[in-house]
């Protein structure tokens, strides 16, 4: 086929692998999604995508179609040869189709704050993966958004886009600079706040769950600082057995959204 991008020095390539890096990210205002499901979750949510990424000879022929009606419609498309394409690809078997998006983490006035609202607030949290993990699950679950607290994982990371599936295009995703400013900001829009520790006395069975809520985690194994933990307006639990320290915390996150999201629960 001809017109095909075959050099890696191309700048739509260089450009993509630029973005692999955090602080390019950030400069640019920028991240690369890979995969048909995520890249389509994006276009149909709106986003600002500066540019599709192709490889037609791996691309099967529905996904194709999308693209031509999204070119069509005025969306830059760049087309690569599948071997450049597997190159640059962070991920195995690539599929042929990749997303150079717009877009930057908006502070805490983005979230619109409902009275059956769940958000889940992570503090400090280190691992991408876990992070887009829990923004699937609260897509699943019916979060109303993801906070994050602090220095925190990027949801632009590479791991965390994969993790979220296209959910990152459907979960409001805000950044609070520390914990003062996501309890002044609870307080304002009178949001209760649960926080977790397996020091905590009550089992997150046993709770209520008065809603607008924010479920407050901290990050992988260090948890959450006591003065913040004290903080919340309550602090849960999830009761382990067996030899296990801790949970994941997409797990935990999983298990306290879909504890919180019970209607019988309503405090």
Known sequence: ???????????????MRLLGD????RREGAFVVEGIQPVWQAVEAGADVEVLVVAPDLLGSPAAGMVAAQEAAGVRVARLTGELFARV??????????AI???????????????????????????????????????AAGGAGVVLIGAAADPFDPAAVK??????????????ADPAEFFAWAAGSAVTVITTSAKARASFWEAGYPRP?????????????????????LQV??????????LNLAVAAGLLLYQARRPDLLA
Do not use: Q, W
């Open 22 to 25: 955090r602080k390019h990210r």
């Open 163 to 176: 993790a979220s599936m296209g959910a990152l295009f459907a979960v409001p995703v805000a950044r609070a």
């Open 1 to 15: 086929m001809t017109g095909l991008i075959s050099s890696a020095a191309n700048p739509v390539v260089k450009r």
């Open 101 to 139: 998006v717009r877009g930057r983490v908006p502070g805490l006035a983005s979230l619109p704050v409902t009275p059956g609202a769940v958000f889940v607030a992570l503090h400090e949290i280190g691992n991408p993966g876990n992070l887009g993990t829990i923004i699937r699950t609260a897509d």
């Open 89 to 98: 690809s962070a991920r195995d078997g690539p599929s042929g189709l990749a």
């Open 237 to 246: 639990r999830i009761p382990m057995t067996g030899t296990a320290e801790s």
């Open 213 to 233: 809520l924010a479920l407050l985690l901290g990050a992988e194994g260090a948890g959450l600082p006591d003065d913040v933990l004290a903080a919340g307006d």
